[in-house]
């Protein structure tokens, strides 16, 4: 891949396998309905002066860039948008009964499976009308990964990033370390940055989802992207020789990783990194959000999982896609049908880049001249992958998830001796979810 005059170009589905829909939704665990829209913010009859978004951007960097997004819709349609923002984890974990009771007219929301496991239960509203303006902006991979089980439009694309580990250049400089490409290597570094006095991985497991994206990693390239999507699919089994692979190579890094990894934010996970406490951390582009300081954003670089299995190099890359959709019932239609149409173009994607540019652009047509060195190297990477995951709690059932693997790979983090029985276990409770 190479930048073109007019910035990055993203090669045709040939090159890569995007995942779509993995069919069969059925009704998460309803939650308790914290979250509602906001009261009294529509527009009612006028059905244009305002339009409600529900957000799960609550760090102060995306919440910003979003602000920046709106104040430029409202200068250009004169519509106001009131923003419901809630706790990024408290908004995941109650998301269906929020979509069932009253929820706001549009919503943050992710591409794949996450998104069509609400389409298909009637949750959200197609917006292919939308798409009729935004089509030309967005690469074929963008519109797949956008599009229900019914082949219709649910979903517009913002953003996406990929996950990799994220290292201080200095530090990788002063200790004379290399990047790593194979296990062996990778495990050699680990073994010398502890030697060095550093924290060789950092690692926050405390919102639970940070352990999905490791074991996600591990797996594709212990065992390729095929496996990986059968398990995520409910086909392949757990106490399968190749799943327990995965774990063994994971219990073989679990060392180096930051001890209380349970009880630590990503944020704080992050802050080791930022003070050079840490030499490495596993998470997606997103990470950047947290240095703040220019020097330290600077500083910062990434290399792809090392590869385990020559079979499958590093040709898998995990790039989740975020965005928005239309809940079933907006109350103003209209007016959410506009701000759908305007997040959709470059101008809404380069105001939240300037702000936020911890992440890359879903649009080609965006401009890419602004992107830093992360930024380009980034969309680089999504953009040669020969395969794409979205991240385990969106390529899966989203109860499996949430009530089987989270506090599943909790424990296994705690006591990796467990794992046979841990594994037993996560294939039982599989076994219901995906029959019913």
């Known amino acids: ?43 009612g009859s006028s059905g244009t002066k305002t339009v409600t978004v529900g957000s799960n951007a609550s760090d102060a960097v995306p919440k910003k860039a979003f602000a920046n997004v709106y104040s430029a819709f409202k200068k250009k349609s004169g519509i106001t948008v009131d923003i419901n923002t809630k706790d990024h984890n408290t908004f995941q974990e109650q998301i269906n009964s929020y979509l ?36 030309d902006n967005f690469p074929t991979a963008m519109k797949d990964l956008s599009k229900g089980e019914d082949g219709k439009y649910y979903f517009v694309p913002l953003y996406t990033y990929p996950w990799a580990i994220f290292y201080r250049k200095s530090v990788f400089k002063k200790y004379g370390y290399e990047v790593p490409t194979t296990w062996s290597d990778f495990i050699k570094l680990c073994k010398q940055m502890k030697k060095d006095g550093l924290v060789p991985i950092a ?54 990783h930051q001890d209380g990894a349970v009880g630590r ?122 395969h794409l995951t979205q991240y385990m709690d969106r390529d899966s059932r989203p109860d499996f998830t949430s009530t089987v693997m989270q506090p599943a790979l909790q424990k296994f983090i705690r006591d990796p001796k467990g794992v046979d029985s841990l594994l037993s276990s996560i294939e039982r409770q599989k076994k219901t979810i995906f029959a019913s």
């Open 1 to 43: 891949m190479h930048l073109s005059p007019s910035g990055l170009s993203v090669p045709g589905p040939s090159r890569r396998s995007l995942l779509r829909g993995i069919g069969g939704a059925a009704a998460l665990g309803a939650g308790i309905p914290l979250l509602s829209a906001c009261g009294g913010s529509s527009s």
């Open 100 to 135: 069932q009771g009253t929820p706001d007219d549009v919503f943050h929301w992710f591409a794949g499976y996450r998104m069509q496991f609400f389409a298909a239960k009637g949750l959200a509203t197609e917006i292919d009308d939308v798409w009729k303006s935004i089509g």
């Open 203 to 256: 690692f926050g497991d405390s919102d639970k989802w940070p352990a999905l994206g490791t074991f996600d990693q591990i797996n594709v390239r212990t065992n390729g992207y095929d496996f990986h999507i059968s398990l995520m699919k409910g086909e392949a089994s757990w106490t399968d020789a190749k799943t327990r692979a995965a774990f063994d190579n994971w219990a073989e890094i679990l060392p180096y």
């Open 265 to 386: 934010t990503w944020q704080d996970a992050a802050q080791t990194l930022v003070s050079k406490k840490a030499g490495m951390y596993l998470l997606g582009m997103f990470v950047g959000q947290q240095f703040t300081n220019k020097a330290d954003l600077a500083d910062l670089d990434f290399f792809a999982f090392p590869e385990i299995d020559p079979s499958y190099g590093q040709d898998t890359v995990e790039a989740p896609t975020d965005g928005f959709m239309l809940s079933k019932s907006p109350k103003n239609h209209s007016g959410a049908v506009k701000l759908l149409e305007f997040l959709g173009t470059p101008q809404a994607e380069e105001t939240y880049l300037s702000a936020d540019p911890s992440v890359v652009a879903a649009s080609t047509k965006a401009d890419t001249s602004a992107y830093s060195a992360l930024q380009k190297k980034g969309y680089e990477m999504i953009s040669n992958a020969k």
